[in-house]
C-alpha cells in the first residue's frame, strides 16, 4: 500500500508542474505586451514601467519561472493589481460562497442522478425508464445557465418563493444561507446528476447481465438483495471515481452559476478580474481550481487502492 | 432505451454477424437507428436556420430602437424586443450561425492537433511519457476555467473564442487516438507491415490512422456539442463573442439582467441552444452504437 501511494503522488507531481507552467504561459498569451493591454492606450511610460517592474516582467525569462515557482511554494499567488491585495487573501475570503455553492450541488448529483439511474436499469424499456431517460438527455444538452434562468423564473419571479439571486453568508444562520443556495445547487448539479444517471444505468445494464446475477436469482435471491447487494457493488467501481471528481469538476461550472445568481465566489471574482484585466488573480484562481482536481483525483486514487486491492498491484 | 432487434423472431443459428449484414443492408440499419435519425434531422434544421439567416430574419438583428426596447412578444415582433428594441427571434434566427461556426472550427482544429499529438503518443513512448504529463496537466482545468483563463489573456473576439475552446478540447481527442494506437501497435498485421519495411509515417497514415477514423469521428460530434456550450458559456459570461455580435450566450447573458421585466427573453435562445446541443448528443449517441451495437444501452 504504501509504494502504491508513493507511486501515485509521485505521478501527481509532474502534473501539478504542468499545471502552475501552464498558468505561467497564460500571461504570454497576450498578443503584444501584457502591461500596455492592462493599462490601456492611455497609460504614461512611466506606469508601464512601474507595473512591468511590479509584475517582474522587467527581468529575464528564466528568472521570472523561478520566481513564479518559488513564490508559489510558498503559497503566495502575488499581488492583485486592481485590488492591491495579496491574491491569495483575496481568494480565501471569497472561498466560502464556493465551497458550500459546490458541496450542495455535489450532493444533489449523487443523491438524485445515482437512484434514477439504478431504478431506471431495473425496468430498462418501461415508461418511467424513457422518461428518465429523456430527462437526463435533456439534462446533459441544457446549457447550466438557461435551466438557471428558469428556475429564476419559475421559483422567484412567478411564484416568489426563493430569493432572484445573491447571497447570506452562513454566519446569518443556516436557512438563510440555504435559501439563497438552493437554486444555484440545483442548476450547478442538474447535468452532473442527468451524467450520473445515465452512467449508472448504462453500468448497472451491463452488470445485471452477468451470469453471477443470473446465479443469485436462480438460486431464489429477493430481486432487491440481487441489485443491491450483487449487481450495485460491481457497478459501483467506475462510479465511485465519477463521483469523486464531481466536486472538482462542479467547482469549475460554479464560475457560470455565481455569473446567473450574483453569488460572491471565487468563479464571479475570476470574472470580475477578467473583466478588470487583473492578471493575478485570474491566474490565482485558474490555478487553485486547477489544483483542486490534482488533489481530488489523487485523493481519489489513494481511496481506490484502499478499496481494491487489484488497482494496488496493477 | 432499448433498441430492440427486429431479427429476432428468426431461429438463432440465423443471428450471426455475418447474415445480419446481408440481409440487411448497412443504410438500412442506419436508418433504423433512431437517435441518429432525430439527431440528424434536428441538426440539418439548425444549419438551414443559419444558412437561411437572411431570409428568415423579420428584422435586423443589430437594428437599435430604444423606444421599443424590452418590449412583449407582439405580431410585429413574435417573441420581444430586448434592452436595445432588437428583435428577438432575428438575433436568435443570426445566432445559429456563430455557433455552427465556433462548434464546427473547434470540433475541426481539435481533431488536427489531437490526432497528430495522438499518433506521435501512442506511437513513440518516448515521446509518450512527456506529452501525456502535459495532456493530464491540461485536463486538471475544467474546460470553462481554462478557456476564461486563455480568454482573459487573448482578450475578446470570435476567433480567440475558437482557439480557446480547441486548445481545452485537444487532450481528449488525444485520449480517444492515443489508445487506438496502443491496441493496434501489437497486432500482427502492424508487425508484419514494419517486418516489409513499412516506414513510420507510411505506418501511421495508411495503417494506423484508418482505424482511428471511427472512434474520431464519434468524439468530434460530442466536442461540436460541448463547443456550442462552451461559446454560449463565454459570451455569456461576457468573456467570449463580442456584445455586438448576435450570439444565444451575449444575448442570455442581457436577459439575465431584466429576467423580472422581460422574462420572454430567456425562451427562444436557451431553446434553440438545447436543440442544437441535443441533436448533436443525439447524432454521436446514434453514430456510436451504429459502429458499435454492443453499446446499444443508454438513451
Redesign the interface.
Known amino acids: 500500500m504504501l509504494a502504491y501511494l508513493l507511486r501515485r503522488i509521485l505521478l501527481a507531481i509532474?502534473?501539478?508542474?504542468?499545471?502552475a507552467?501552464?498558468?505561467f504561459l497564460?500571461?504570454?498569451?497576450?498578443?503584444g505586451d501584457?502591461v500596455s493591454?492592462i493599462l490601456g492606450p492611455d497609460a504614461s511610460p512611466q506606469q508601464v514601467s512601474e507595473l512591468r517592474q511590479r509584475l517582474g516582467l522587467d527581468q529575464p525569462v528564466p528568472i521570472q519561472v523561478t520566481r513564479w515557482f518559488g513564490r508559489l511554494l510558498h503559497g503566495d499567488l502575488g499581488q492583485s493589481i486592481y485590488l492591491n491585495r495579496p491574491v491569495t487573501q483575496t481568494i480565501l475570503e471569497r472561498a466560502e460562497p464556493t465551497l458550500l455553492l459546490t458541496l450542495l450541488a455535489t450532493l444533489f448529483a449523487i443523491l438524485v442522478g445515482l437512484p434514477i439511474g439504478i431504478v431506471s436499469a431495473t425496468r430498462?424499456?418501461s415508461w418511467a425508464?424513457?422518461g428518465a431517460?429523456?430527462v437526463?438527455?435533456?439534462g446533459?444538452?441544457?446549457?447550466?445557465?438557461?435551466v438557471g434562468?428558469?428556475l429564476?423564473?419559475v421559483f422567484a419571479?412567478v411564484m416568489g418563493v426563493l430569493p432572484?439571486a445573491g447571497y447570506q453568508p452562513l454566519s446569518k444562520g443556516l436557512w438563510e444561507n440555504l435559501r439563497y443556495l438552493l437554486l444555484p445547487a440545483v442548476t450547478l448539479g442538474f447535468a452532473q446528476a442527468a451524467l450520473l444517471a445515465?452512467m449508472a444505468?448504462?453500468l448497472m445494464?451491463?452488470v445485471l447481465r452477468e451470469d453471477y446475477v443470473r446465479t443469485a436469482r436462480s438460486k431464489g435471491l429477493v430481486e432487491r438483495k440481487v441489485v443491491l447487494s450483487h449487481a450495485l457493488r460491481n457497478a459501483m467501481v467506475p462510479l465511485i471515481t465519477v463521483m469523486g471528481l464531481t466536486f472538482?469538476?462542479l467547482?469549475?461550472?460554479a464560475?457560470?452559476t455565481e455569473?446567473?445568481f450574483n453569488i460572491p465566489g471565487i468563479g464571479r471574482l475570476?470574472?470580475q478580474?477578467?473583466?478588470r484585466?487583473d492578471?493575478p488573480v485570474?491566474?490565482g484562481?485558474?490555478l487553485v481550481?486547477?489544483?483542486n482536481?490534482?488533489v481530488i483525483?489523487l485523493l481519489v486514487d489513494i481511496l481506490y487502492g484502499l478499496f481494491d486491492p487489484r488497482v494496488r498491484h496493477s | 432505451?432499448?433498441v430492440t432487434d427486429g431479427a429476432s423472431p428468426l431461429p438463432a443459428a440465423v443471428l450471426w454477424t455475418e447474415s445480419i449484414h446481408r440481409e440487411r443492408p448497412w443504410y438500412l440499419t442506419l436508418l433504423r437507428n433512431r437517435r441518429l435519425a432525430i439527431g440528424s434531422l434536428l441538426l440539418l434544421g439548425v444549419l438551414l436556420v443559419a444558412l437561411l439567416a437572411p431570409l428568415l430574419a423579420t428584422h435586423s438583428p443589430l437594428l437599435v430602437r430604444p423606444e421599443i426596447r424590452l418590449s412583449r412578444p407582439s405580431a410585429e415582433h413574435r417573441f420581444g424586443t430586448d434592452n436595445f428594441g432588437r428583435d428577438l427571434y432575428s438575433r436568435t434566427v443570426y445566432g445559429a450561425r456563430i455557433s455552427l461556426l465556433v462548434g464546427g472550427m473547434v470540433a475541426l482544429l481539435a481533431a488536427l492537433a489531437g490526432t497528430a499529438i495522438g499518433l506521435l503518443g501512442g506511437y513513440y513512448p518516448r515521446v509518450d511519457i512527456v506529452l501525456m504529463?502535459?495532456m493530464?496537466?491540461?485536463m486538471?482545468?475544467?474546460?470553462?476555467?481554462?478557456a476564461?483563463?486563455?480568454?482573459?489573456?487573448?482578450?475578446p473576439h470570435v476567433s480567440n473564442v475558437i482557439a480557446a475552446l480547441a486548445i481545452v478540447q485537444t487532450p481528449r481527442v488525444v485520449r480517444v487516438v492515443r489508445s487506438v494506437v496502443l491496441s493496434l501497435r501489437g497486432m500482427q498485421y502492424v508487425e508484419a507491415a514494419r517486418c516489409v519495411g513499412v516506414s513510420d509515417w507510411r505506418m501511421l497514415w495508411r495503417h494506423i490512422l484508418p482505424n482511428c477514423i471511427s472512434p474520431l469521428v464519434v468524439q468530434c460530434t460530442f466536442i461540436f456539442?460541448e463547443a456550442v456550450?462552451g461559446e454560449?458559456?463565454l459570451s455569456?459570461?461576457?468573456?467570449g463573442t463580442p456584445p455586438e455580435i448576435p450570439s444565444w450566450?451575449v444575448i442570455?447573458g442581457e436577459?439575465?439582467l431584466y429576467?423580472?421585466s422581460a422574462?420572454w427573453m430567456?425562451f427562444l435562445p436557451?431553446t434553440a441552444?438545447?436543440v442544437t446541443?441535443?441533436s448533436l448528443?443525439?447524432v454521436g449517441d446514434g453514430i456510436r452504437d451504429w459502429l458499435d451495437p454492443r453499446l446499444r444501452?443508454?438513451?
Open positions: 509532474p502534473v501539478m508542474l504542468v499545471v507552467a501552464g498558468v497564460l500571461l504570454y498569451l497576450t498578443p501584457p493591454v430498462a424499456g425508464d424513457l431517460m429523456l437526463a438527455l435533456g446533459i444538452s441544457m446549457p447550466s445557465f438557461w434562468l428558469n429564476i423564473f419571479v432572484v445515465r444505468r448504462s445494464l451491463e472538482a469538476i467547482m469549475g461550472g464560475v457560470i455569473q446567473v475570476l470574472v478580474s477578467v473583466l484585466r492578471y485570474v491566474q484562481i485558474v481550481i486547477a489544483f482536481y490534482v483525483n | 432505451m432499448v504529463r502535459i493530464d496537466g491540461m486538471a482545468f475544467p474546460g470553462i476555467v481554462l476564461v483563463g486563455i480568454m482573459a489573456a487573448m482578450g456539442g456550450l454560449a458559456s455569456f459570461l461576457g468573456v450566450g442570455l436577459a439575465r429576467i423580472r422574462p430567456i436557451g441552444l438545447t446541443v441535443l448528443n443525439l444501452k443508454t438513451m
